[in-house]
């Protein structure tokens, strides 16, 4: 409880405690205002510290999608492991996710996984079916005709340059 709803209950409480002690005509009336007041304080004070918003749980589950995606670029992923990982829909997932950013999910995996792809080009110790199954992608055919889609060249013109 923030300190001050802490001081505004301990206000409430003590005027419903003299209004009690004193007995005051329509105390009992007096008394509940203060009770339902006390509630409503609280009330507030949980649902703005410790409830989060729609909107902040929206950018903590979108930044946890950003995670789990730079964590696990290399790995096999499908909307189905994605949901399975976050417990939601992917659909839904996915929606919240463009939403935030301007891209669906599998476009910011592939521009991850495109971005390792080209360190590693640039780096030029690799075998291209070594990049492409180290960046996720299920073989080099489908890497390259991805990176060429994307880029408008070939992995090896790329490293070339």
Request: proline letters at 1%.
């Amino acid at each position: 409880m923030s300190k001050a709803t802490y001081l505004k209950v301990t206000n409430l409480l003590t005027e419903a405690v003299q209004a009690s002690n004193m007995h005051l005509e329509q105390y009992k009336i007096l008394c509940s205002c203060r009770l339902l007041e006390i509630l409503s304080a609280i009330s507030t004070d949980i649902s703005e510290t410790v409830i989060p918003t729609h909107k902040n749980m929206t950018a903590q589950k979108v930044q946890e999608i950003l995670d789990f995606i730079h964590h696990e670029y290399a790995n096999h992923l499908t909307s189905e492991s994605i949901s399975e990982q976050f417990g939601m829909n992917f659909d839904y997932l996915n929606r919240i996710f463009k939403a935030n950013t301007g891209i669906t999910i599998f476009d910011y995996l592939c521009s991850i996984r495109l971005n390792h792809a080209k360190d590693m080009l640039m780096a030029g110790n690799k075998k291209l079916f070594e990049i492409a199954v180290q960046t996720g992608f299920r073989d080099e055919y489908y890497f390259s005709r991805v990176f060429h889609k994307k880029t408008g060249m070939t992995p090896r013109q790329f490293a070339k340059r």
